[in-house]
């Protein structure tokens, strides 16, 4: 399967990862490559197979809900790029 | 020599006050120093925590409050979070991340006493074969340095291998314990899906990731995961069920065990050599008491491309996270925030994480996602099926854990699909989440190779039994490369 320019496009957008110009092309040849891998599983018959998400079909643990967990912010943001007044920074959004 | 001792023989003379744990861990680090910079299967080597924890250790072990592990040096996957110490998962993303908080497993081996060395080079974000896609460089194989440790745990399998750590912790998501034991000659084990604590080891693909040890021999595997296997209620995944001592069963007999070997296993594609190996190694088991039976697990085939939907598809949903806002990577100047988004992900990416990103993003799309996603979800089954109704006729089954011995660094790096082809046997496993390990069997070219063992869920005691059975009567687990001995 041959993934083309405009699908390398659509599939950066969808991944939020820019693939520069001169990217494009290797890009689209090794992504082909592993699509073609995926060919293999169209020549089986799985008809009636129920779908599984998970090694064990059990249902999902809940917890009381409460608070557990104490405020840790300040150590929490000291990871991030940039912070002002407890909240994280990022370019203007809204002109 | 301290580091030629077993972690048995090391817990002994610590209780026994033979040596203290700040000796034992200096030994280490000094290793480390001497013989790391060849191999580069550290990222982070931390000997200040390393030597105040082994101050610790001494203090507990001498109050008579210490435990089997208590003093014992270990190396941490730089996949687990560990407070105040880089967790990079070997990414530029997160060359800058310094965890605040530790996995659940670091606390566990923490309360156990045991001194951290350092944090083990690794595939970015554990995706990869041969731990060549770290950000930081590749990590050398001990027994020939031209030849890829094996991925995404290649650096904990080399740490153990060259003897610059007595024990490491690995996590496994296709075969990321079990294919690097075997290509260094170690041992290490894949348990059950939901015994071992996820909360705190960055995710790649949550319906897969399970951490396990990685060790010399199958007994130090057992007491390892003894320590690091408890239910935590931070990990929804986590199994809510008491766990076994999983060194109980070591010395029971293997007189009547049932292995069953698939012929799928054994053919084209298998080494010649591997394939000899292997099939010595079942024999000697069988001399062990065991029977040898046929099985089929006839989807073996379709695990791959079934896998590669599937943990690229949860890697997009994982690793969305990484988006420049709230740690790790930002870049430069961003225009706008989809800017800021695209642009540090691409930059601060490497090549294999981006292609990953991208396949399961694509996968999961509007127009893809029946043909793709469901279908390899619907092959999930059908293989995870084969092995419940091989299990129905064997206790275990036995066979190749990669297809070849170590492969030259390099040799399959433009090639994903090539590079995905190491794990054939592995990842089978993973789709079904049973546990699984790889034993030292043997060499073929001068390279390590092992003996993979798959067990139904809740085996691991029986598959550490004959691990620890077959190394009774074999010595490949204690073979050491001649420059690290």
Redesign the interface.
């Known amino acids: 399967m041959s993934i083309g320019k405009s699908e390398v496009e659509y599939?950066?957008r969808?991944?939020?990862?820019?693939?520069?110009e001169n990217e494009v092309e290797p890009?689209s040849a090794?992504?082909s490559?592993?699509?073609?891998?995926?060919e293999?599983?169209?020549a089986?018959n799985?008809e009636g197979?129920?779908?599984?998400?998970?090694?064990?079909e059990?249902a999902?643990?809940l917890?009381v809900d409460q608070v557990t967990e104490a405020d840790?912010h300040e150590?929490?943001?000291?990871?991030?790029?940039?912070t002002a007044k407890e909240m994280?920074l990022?370019?203007?959004?809204i002109e | 020599m301290l580091h030629t001792l077993s972690v048995k023989q090391m817990s002994e003379k610590l209780h026994a006050g033979e040596i203290t744990s700040v000796e034992l861990t200096q030994h280490y680090l000094d290793r480390i120093a001497e013989f790391d910079p060849e191999l580069n299967a550290y990222v982070t080597v931390t000997p200040e925590l390393a030597l105040e924890m082994a101050k610790e250790a001494d203090v507990r072990l001498k109050n008579g409050a210490a435990g089997q592990l208590t003093g014992i040096p270990i190396a941490h996957k730089d996949i687990f979070c560990t407070d105040g110490v880089k967790t990079s998962c070997s990414s530029k993303m997160l060359d800058?991340?310094?965890a605040?908080y530790d996995a659940h497993v670091v606390t566990l081996l923490k309360k156990a006493g045991m001194p951290i060395l350092g944090k083990t080079n690794m595939d970015e974000f554990a995706m990869g074969s041969s731990s060549e896609s770290s950000y930081y460089g590749p990590t050398k194989n001990p027994w020939d340095l031209n030849a890829v440790p094996g991925g995404s745990s290649g650096g904990a399998a080399a740490v153990i291998a060259a003897n610059l750590a007595p024990l490491a912790t690995g996590t496994d998501t296709g075969g990321s314990i079990r294919q690097p034991a075997s290509f260094c000659g170690i041992t290490g084990i894949k348990p059950t899906?939901?015994t071992v604590s996820r909360f705190g080891i960055i995710a790649y693909a949550s319906?897969f990731d399970q951490a396990g040890p990685m060790t010399r021999s199958a007994e130090e595997s057992a007491w390892l995961l003894n320590a690091m296997s408890e239910f935590d209620?931070r990990d929804?995944?986590c199994?809510?069920m008491s766990r076994p001592d999983f060194s109980a069963n070591l010395n029971d007999s293997l007189a009547g065990l049932k292995v069953g070997v698939p012929a799928e296993y054994f053919g084209e594609g298998l080494d010649a050599d591997v394939e000899q190996v292997v099939k010595a190694a079942i024999a000697e088991i069988e001399k062990l008491g065991a029977t040898v039976l046929p099985v089929s697990l006839p989807?073996k085939?379709?695990a791959?491309?079934?896998y590669?939907?599937l943990a690229p598809a949860e890697a997009?949903s994982n690793l969305?996270r990484y988006?420049?806002?709230?740690?790790?990577y930002?870049c430069a100047q961003?225009?706008?925030?989809?800017?800021?988004?695209?642009?540090s992900?691409?930059e601060g990416?490497g090549a294999e994480v981006?292609?990953r990103?991208?396949?399961?993003?694509?996968?999961l799309?509007a127009g893809y996602y029946d043909?793709?996603y469901?279908?390899?979800?619907?092959?999930?089954?059908?293989v995870?099926d084969d092995f419940t109704q091989a299990f129905e006729q064997c206790d275990v089954i036995m066979g190749p854990v990669a297809p070849t011995p170590a492969f030259n660094l390099g040799e399959k790096t433009d090639?994903?699909?090539s590079m995905?082809l190491a794990d054939l046997y592995t990842i089978p496993v993973n789709?079904?989440?049973?546990p699984a390990m790889s034993v030292p069997a043997g060499f073929a070219q001068g390279r390590p190779v092992g003996l993979h063992i798959v067990g139904p869920y809740f085996s691991e005691a029986k598959l550490l039994n004959i691990g620890h059975q077959f190394q009774q009567v074999t010595n490949w687990h204690q073979q050491m490369p001649e420059q690290y001995r």
């Open positions: 599939i950066s969808l991944a939020m990862i820019a693939v520069a890009v090794k992504l490559k592993v699509l073609d891998l995926f293999q599983m169209q089986v799985t197979v129920e779908p599984m998400a998970h090694p064990h059990v999902q643990r917890r840790q150590k929490l943001q000291s990871v991030a790029p940039a994280y990022v370019p203007q959004v | 800058n991340f310094i605040p899906y939901g319906s209620e929804s995944t199994l809510e989807n085939d379709l791959v491309p079934a590669y939907v997009s969305s988006d420049g806002v709230r740690f790790g930002r961003p225009q706008d925030l989809e800017d800021l988004y695209k642009r992900r691409a990416f981006k292609r990103i991208m396949v399961g993003a694509y996968a799309s043909a793709y469901l279908k390899a979800q619907r092959l999930r089954r059908m995870r090639d994903p699909t995905y789709l079904g989440g049973f």
